[in-house]
């Protein structure tokens, strides 16, 4: 579903990822590991279009997403959950819900459908849906987060780092529901510094040190270098 051959990315001068190889097969969770400032969020920016990569490139189904905007990449269903959640913490749950469904606003009964099945994963957010955003727990709003991306419907989800700041047996939830999402059909790029829960659903890693990436395999294969 998604490559990428061979990408490197540039802050200035400065070389953030070099020689970058990942490849997405349709139905999986595929997790990116390494420490902070490794390049785990850059590869990221560049998948969603943040960044072009000058040397490299980004394939969806085949198709090169390496110049495309991100308003572009999103309406060819790769969506972005943020590391920083970006919620609109004065609006209500359901209004910041349905700002993720704006790529299909005409069609009414699928964003209803779509609604039905967010709630049904996590009812939290049903119980809450009339409450500003800003008034969830850390947890309830990286499942808002979460949530709102599901709302576009889309083939990939990038999830940045879902378990920052939150208490083990949230994390633990939160992997969970991960999964389920996966299971009901969304391939998973996840980034995560937390590796044993992370390699605990995924399928298969990639391992980053300074821009680089080091090791890569089988989630069992990674599990035993741990
Ligand atoms: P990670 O997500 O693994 O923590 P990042 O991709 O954020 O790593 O960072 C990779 C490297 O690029 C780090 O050295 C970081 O300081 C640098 N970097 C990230 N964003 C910028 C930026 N906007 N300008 C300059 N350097 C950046
Ligand atoms: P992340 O883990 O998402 O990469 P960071 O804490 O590394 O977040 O960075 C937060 C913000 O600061 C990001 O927007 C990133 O682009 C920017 N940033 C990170 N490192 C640098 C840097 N060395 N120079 C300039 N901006 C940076």
């Known amino acids: 579903m998604l490559d990428l051959k061979n990408v490197s990315v540039k802050y200035g001068n400065f070389t953030a990822i ?21 390049g785990k969020s850059t590869t990221f920016r560049t998948i969603s279009g943040l960044k072009t990569p000058f040397k490299g490139n980004v394939l969806l189904e085949d198709d090169l997403i390496d110049n495309k905007p991100p308003d572009k990449i999103v309406k060819q269903g790769i969506v972005q959950c943020a590391e920083d959640r970006k919620l609109f913490p004065e609006m209500s749950v359901q209004e910041n819900m349905m700002m993720g469904a704006y790529i299909h606003r005409k069609k009414k009964n699928k964003i209803k459908q779509t609604l039905k099945e967010v709630y049904k994963l996590f009812p939290v957010l049903y119980e809450k849906r009339k409450n500003p955003a800003g008034s969830l727990s850390g947890g309830q709003q ?41 299971k009901e059909g969304t391939t998973i790029l996840l980034a995560e510094q937390n590796a044993h829960a ?29």
Do not use: T
């Not at 070099?18 to 490794?38: C, F, P, S, Y």
């Not at 995924?202 to 890569?216: S, T």
């Open 142 to 182: 990286q499942m808002l987060a979460i949530g709102r991306a599901l709302m576009s419907k889309p083939k990939l989800m990038l999830l940045d780092e879902p378990s920052i700041g939150l208490a083990p047996l949230i994390v633990e939830q939160m992997f969970e529901s991960i999964k389920q999402i996966n």
């Open 18 to 38: 070099k020689d970058i190889n990942i490849r997405v097969d349709k139905g999986e969770i595929v997790v990116l590991l390494g420490a902070n400032g490794a």
């Open 198 to 226: 992370a390699l605990s659903i995924a399928d298969k890693g990639y391992v980053y040190e300074n821009g680089n990436i080091v090791v890569e395999g089988s989630s069992k294969e990674l599990f035993a270098n741990e």
